[in-house]
Nanobody
Framework: QVQLVESGGGLVQTGGSLRLSCAVSGRTVTNGRMGWFRQAPGKERELVAHITSVGSTYYEDSVKDRFTISRDNAKNTVYLQMNNLKPEDTAVYYC?????????????WGQGTQVTVSS
């Protein structure tokens, strides 16, 4: 059974930093794409960043140069380092995983962690 457990959210002031962690069990972090999504109140869930099996990364335009996705294979954990946070980054952040390297959709989701950026 695959489980994703996020941690690291919280309240931070504009310009501050947070690091989100996603501890994975039941699969390895390199066996398929892993992503971070977020959902703000009244808005649709959106992809923030992903990292592929071979380590290629993608970032949504609004977070480029501020957020960094990475993974620690030994700890089987994926991270999202968020710097220079802005109020518009406020959302529930979700970790997600595809079931395999050939899967085209995200099959597993964490429970989410709240990030609140005060102005």
């Amino acid at each position: 059974q695959v489980q994703l457990v996020e941690s690291g959210g919280g309240l931070v002031q504009t310009g501050g930093s947070l690091r989100l962690s996603c501890a994975v069990s039941g699969r390895t972090v390199t066996n398929g794409r892993m992503g971070w999504f977020r959902q703000a109140p009244g808005k649709e869930r959106e992809l923030v960043a992903h990292i592929t099996s071979v380590g290629s990364t993608y970032y949504e335009d609004s977070v480029k140069d501020r957020f960094t996705i990475s993974r620690d294979n030994a700890k089987n954990t994926v991270y999202l380092q968020m710097n220079n946070l802005k109020p518009e980054d406020t959302a529930v952040y979700y970790c997600a995983a595809r079931s395999s390297r050939t899967s085209i959709k995200y099959d597993y989701w964490g429970q989410g962690t709240q990030v609140t950026v005060s102005s």
